[in-house]
């Protein structure tokens, strides 16, 4: 049989994560953290890059507006 592994958490670590999991007992708000925690990586990459997109998006919707508003003041001089 295995010797459980001693580790001390600061008391101001397993606060928050008990802030993240409220209703879980100190050890296992530590747990679902620390198991949510990939996932929790994973997403925000995902939201980095589609923050990306949507500022390119911006940039090129800004540009066709710019385009199109000097298209309408050369009808208008016409």
């Known amino acids: 049989?295995?010797?459980p592994f001693i580790l001390e958490i600061p008391?101001?670590?397993v606060h928050d994560a008990q802030l993240?999991?409220?209703s879980r007992a100190p050890l296992d708000a530590v747990c679902h953290v620390l198991a949510d925690y990939p996932r929790l990586v994973a997403e925000t990459r995902h939201m980095?890059?589609?923050l990306?997109?949507?500022d390119?998006?911006?940039s090129d919707l800004d540009q066709l507006v710019?385009?199109?508003?000097q298209l309408?003041?050369?009808i208008l001089e016409l």
């Open 11 to 13: 008391f101001h670590l």
């Open 56 to 58: 390119r998006e911006s």
């Open 72 to 74: 309408a003041r050369q």
């Open 1 to 3: 049989m295995r010797k």
């Open 48 to 50: 980095r890059s589609r």
């Open 20 to 22: 993240y999991a409220p």
């Open 52 to 54: 990306a997109d949507i």
């Open 66 to 69: 710019a385009d199109l508003q």
